[in-house]
């Protein structure tokens, strides 16, 4: 098979040296200076950038190798042009970046495999065949034990997590798909703590207990308590068999072979350690089969509640607004609204002459006004509202009201605050826009109903 290299991590030179064993060729090799600069026998790999691999259909698969955000993001452009790929798992990806790739995969079919080495150690495949079987009865707990070698006396976090990596897998791979997690540290100090523990629980399934500490030799030790005696393994580094994991890869129909999503369930168990650690308490984990149509919906419907609060927010802001703002006062509003306000519009250009229609609606005024102890108002035509022309225009309405029997006309009748145009189309076009996102969205829900799922395709 041809492979191409993309990454600079160390760790995939086992598993490239393998690859080589095997009969297999790395045509290609991307973002991987410093493997090469550390290894000379990969100098000999042609480098070229990742985009080529996209286009490379000579390149079979590809090994993933690597902690930056950039072999991330190739790694993820690669998998959605249907390039196998073979994953060194890093704590750089995360699980966000992990349950990407499982959407990626799901939509696509390819076929994207973590490099968990133990699954194809010879001792611990025979013994997840005996513990399967049920040959020494039930198992009643499960144990790995590490001891780290490292520069201070004291453990980082990043040297535990990176060191309980592969081991949770291996916890999950004998002991099952574990739903609680409980870290805890001691001997804690600035520089880091002396040991590691975390504990991981299911219903039905055995205790599992994981724990580092500091020392001067490196240990490795799995203990699996049986009903009928205990099962240790001891070695002085974790299992690894990786002629196996290339050769499972290349054949794709492993019994044992990881999958991707064991991969995620790794860096969802990686995630609630921490939130145990910051809590001090055992977190829950919910398992989800995720796919890109869930996703949708999920985040739709999250941005849909957003969207009905802040249109509320905003209905609320509009209207304190509009009553704080309101470039007329509250008593020539009610006149507009009880039909008691004359506009400019309702006399004769440049004269106080009223239009033939304003003349009836003055009759109706004037019958409000006898009978209801209300005033009628004049918009003005200019601003402060003490031009002649408008003096004279109220002059006429008094005059007129008198004459329909309305008392006191001139005391009820005044020339209103001049309105703000500017105000006023500022306010109709908020009117319009706090309505506008949910408007927006709602009509954006239409997007579901014609996202189909994709077709299966074979992988």
């Known amino acids: 098979m041809n492979f191409a290299l993309l990454g600079d991590d160390a760790a995939a030179a086992p598993l490239i040296q393998a690859a080589l064993a095997g009969g297999h060729r790395f045509i290609r090799s991307a973002l991987a200076e410093r493997l090469n600069t550390s290894h000379a026998e990969f100098a000999t790999i042609p480098q070229c950038s990742w985009e080529d691999l996209l286009v490379d259909n000579s390149v079979e698969a590809v090994m993933v190798a690597g902690e930056s955000d950039e072999v991330q993001t190739a790694a993820k452009h690669l998998a959605s042009a249907g390039k196998p790929l073979l994953i060194v798992p890093r704590l750089a990806f995360g699980a966000a970046c992990a349950y990407e790739l499982s959407l990626i995969r799901d939509d696509s079919h390819v076929t994207l495999m973590p490099a968990f080495e133990h699954r194809f150690d010879p001792e611990l495949v025979s013994l997840s065949k005996r513990l399967a079987n049920g040959e020494q009865g039930a198992i009643r707990r499960l144990q790995v034990d590490r001891v780290l070698t490292s520069p201070t006396s004291s ?260 020339l209103a605050a001049i309105r703000s145009t500017g105000w006023d189309t500022l306010m109709r076009i908020l009117r319009l826009a706090w309505i506008a996102p949910l408007v927006l969205f709602l009509v954006s829900q239409g997007l579901i109903l014609l996202a189909k799922p994709t077709s299966s395709r074979n992988s």
């Open 155 to 414: 453990l980082t976090e990043a040297e535990i997590d990176a060191a309980s990596l592969a081991d949770i897998d291996l916890l999950q791979w004998l002991g099952g798909r574990y739903d609680q997690v409980t870290a805890q540290r001691s001997g804690q100090s600035e520089q880091g703590c002396s040991q590691a523990t975390l504990t991981l629980a299911g219903f039905g399934l055995p205790d599992a207990t994981w724990t580092a500490r500091h020392g001067s030799t490196s240990v490795w030790r799995l203990t699996v308590e049986m009903e009928r005696c205990p099962i240790t393994l001891e070695r002085s580094t974790s299992p690894r068999s990786p002629a196996a994991m290339i050769a499972a890869f290349v054949a794709a129909d492993t019994p044992n072979a990881p999958e991707w999503s064991d991969a995620v369930r790794v860096f969802d168990v990686l995630d609630a350690t921490k939130r145990s650690l910051r809590r001090r308490r055992t977190i829950d984990l919910h398992f989800e089969t995720l796919s890109e149509r869930q996703q949708f919906k999920t985040q739709m419907t999250a941005i849909g509640c957003g969207m009905l609060m802040l249109t509320l927010f905003l209905m609320l802001a509009l209207l304190g607004l509009g009553a704080l703002l309101e470039s007329r006062n509250r008593a020539v509003r009610d006149a507009e609204a009880a039909g008691l306000l004359l506009k400019a519009s309702d006399f004769e250009s440049h004269a106080a002459v009223l239009t033939p229609t304003a003349e009836t609606r003055l009759e109706q005024m004037a019958i409000r006004l006898r009978d209801e102890p209300k005033s009628a108002y004049l918009e003005p035509t200019t601003d402060p509202p003490n031009s002649e022309l408008d003096q004279r225009r109220r002059a006429k309405i008094v005059e007129l009201l008198a004459n329909l029997g309305v008392e006191a006309a001139d005391h009820r009748t005044s």
